[in-house]
C-alpha cells in the first residue's frame, strides 16, 4: 500500500489550495478515505473522510463550508480542496485509508498559510 500526498505549498490568507492523494497497491474503490493534519505541538486531527463511491463525506465543524473532499476511482486519487484558507489551517496534511481508525499513512505535505 502506498498513498503519495501533493499540492501543498505557501498561500496567502483567504488563498486556496488542493491536495491530492494517489494511491496504489490496493483496490482504491473498495476503501473510504480520509485527510488529517497536524500542526506543531498538535495532535493529529481529522480534517475530512469520504466513503469508497464518494456518496458520503464527513468534515470537521471548523472546516464546513471551506473544505471539499472528493475522489476519482478511475485515477486512485482523493482530493482535498481547501478555500479561504487561514493561519491556523497551517499543517502537514495527511493522506490515510480508510473512513475510520485509519490503517495506512501517506508521508503528509505542508500547508503554510501566511502572508
Known amino acids: 500500500v502506498q498513498l503519495v500526498e501533493s499540492g501543498g505549498g505557501l498561500v496567502q490568507p483567504g488563498g486556496s489550495l488542493r491536495l491530492s492523494c494517489t494511491a496504489s497497491?490496493?483496490?482504491?474503490?473498495?476503501?473510504?478515505m480520509s485527510w488529517y493534519r497536524q500542526a506543531p505541538g498538535f495532535e493529529r486531527e481529522l480534517v475530512a473522510r469520504?466513503?469508497?463511491?464518494?456518496?458520503?463525506?464527513d468534515y470537521v465543524d471548523s472546516m464546513k463550508g471551506r473544505f471539499t473532499i472528493s475522489r476519482d476511482n478511475a485515477k486512485n486519487t482523493v482530493y482535498l480542496q481547501m478555500n479561504s484558507l487561514k493561519p491556523e489551517d497551517t499543517a502537514v496534511y495527511y493522506c490515510?485509508?480508510?473512513?475510520?481508525?485509519?490503517?495506512?499513512w501517506g508521508q503528509g505535505t505542508q500547508v503554510t498559510v501566511s502572508s
Open positions: 490515510s485509508r480508510r473512513w475510520a481508525n485509519p490503517d495506512y
Open positions: 497497491g490496493f483496490t482504491f474503490s473498495m476503501y473510504g
Open positions: 469520504i466513503s469508497s463511491t464518494g456518496s458520503r463525506t
